[in-house]
């Protein structure tokens, strides 16, 4: 999807009310990838807000997963996103470099503090697409030791594990309110995410 003139002049519009210090995608970010990923965080948003703090505790859809197991996997792989994005523009600290995502202590948090997680790895993630600059996209970086991945595919990977989350929810979401990914997403997912 190319913007077209009037999408431009509209951006360059908001852009001058915003002022100094807001921030934007690079100009040849995966802007398409970016919508979907962010169209996904702001569904599951929903799906999650429709969830009490009790229904947290009911199974999801993934065997052997309370619908708290869906929610913290989906902010720690914003969070390794998140960090491993940063390399590109400044080293880690120490306690970014030692952070090892603990699935099953993270689902035993407090609801309150698990709903604010998710809350806070969606915004950092976003905050480390837009700080990528145009060259940033055509790097590739690696996840603990494994294959490198293009910058470019994080956004598309992100979107279909979100997407998906918010289907393994089981809030009613069908699979049929997901969008429609490229063939062969899912095997790359299941080497990083």
């Not at 910058?151 to 699979?175: D, Q, S």
């Amino acid at each position: 999807m190319t913007p077209g003139a009037s999408d431009k002049s509209g951006l360059e519009a908001l852009k001058a009310r915003q002022g100094a210090g807001a921030r934007y995608d690079a100009p040849d970010a995966p802007g398409e990838y970016l919508l979907l990923a962010r169209r996904g965080s702001a569904f599951f948003a929903r799906k999650l807000n429709e969830l009490s703090d009790v229904d947290l505790d009911a199974p999801s859809l993934r065997k052997g997963w309370s619908r708290r197991h869906v929610v913290v996997d989906v902010c720690y792989s914003a969070r390794v996103q998140a960090i491993a994005l940063k390399t590109l523009r400044e080293p880690l600290t120490p306690e970014e470099e030692a952070w090892k995502p603990n699935l099953r202590l993270a689902a035993t948090l407090p609801p309150r503090a698990i709903r604010h997680l998710y809350e806070h790895t969606s915004v950092h993630l976003n905050v480390e697409y837009r700080d990528l600059a145009n060259d940033d996209w055509k790097h590739a970086i690696s996840f603990g030791g494994q294959s490198s991945v293009p910058v470019r595919e994080l956004p598309l990977r992100r979107a279909y594990k979100i997407w998906n989350a918010a289907y393994h929810l089981a809030t009613g979401a069908k699979l049929s309110d997901l969008p429609d990914f490229p063939p062969g997403i899912q095997s790359t997912l299941s080497q990083n995410s």
